[in-house]
């Protein structure tokens, strides 16, 4: 059965019911072979990965990036 939906909301001011009602459903669907997709993404850098290139620009520090004009002073 592809494309079925199903959504369960349960409300409780016991964390211990919500918990057990959820083992208890998670346990029914694994007896019944019903997966749950979820999006996920598998990254894997190997040999045979390739290159990256890589840029890293740095960030001028903070008195200049606020533009207070404050600036530090030295003495002759």
Do not use: C, K, N
């Not at 019911?17 to 019903?34: I, K, P, Q």
């Not at 598998?42 to 960030?59: K, M, P, Y």
């Amino acid at each position: 059965m592809t494309g079925r939906r199903l959504a369960i909301v349960i409300r409780t001011i016991d964390p211990a019911a919500s918990g057990r009602v959820h083992e208890t459903l998670w346990e029914a669907f694994e007896d019944a072979d019903v997966e749950i997709p979820y999006p996920h993404t598998h990254l894997v850098f190997d040999e045979t990965s390739g290159q990256a290139g890589i840029v890293v620009e740095r960030e001028p520090p903070l008195a200049e990036a606020s533009g207070s004009g404050e600036t530090a002073s030295t003495a002759d």
